[in-house]
């Protein structure tokens, strides 16, 4: 496991960590998986379907492991 990862997926070898979205940023719109929630069914789909905690977050892809 890596160390500080809690909640991510693997899409094409890049990681996405879920992440919790800073005060007056629009989550869905600075997702890194943007483009494949709205492919997947529509706004905010994606995480929530994943994780139950997904509320104020986004997936940030994670370029330093």
Same mark, same amino acid.
């Given at each position: 496991?890596?160390?500080?990862? /809690? ?5 094409? #070898? ?5 992440? =919790? ?13 943007? /483009? ?5 069914? #529509? ?5 929530? =379907? ?16």
């Amino acid at each position: 496991m890596i160390e500080g990862l /809690k909640n991510a997926i693997i899409i094409d #070898g890049v990681v996405h960590e879920l992440v =919790d979205v800073d005060p007056g940023i629009n989550e869905c719109e600075t997702c890194s998986l943007r /483009k494949e929630c709205l492919d997947w069914l #529509g706004p905010g789909s994606l995480c929530a =379907d994943l994780f139950d905690d997904a509320v104020y977050k986004r997936f940030k892809e994670r370029t330093d492991l």
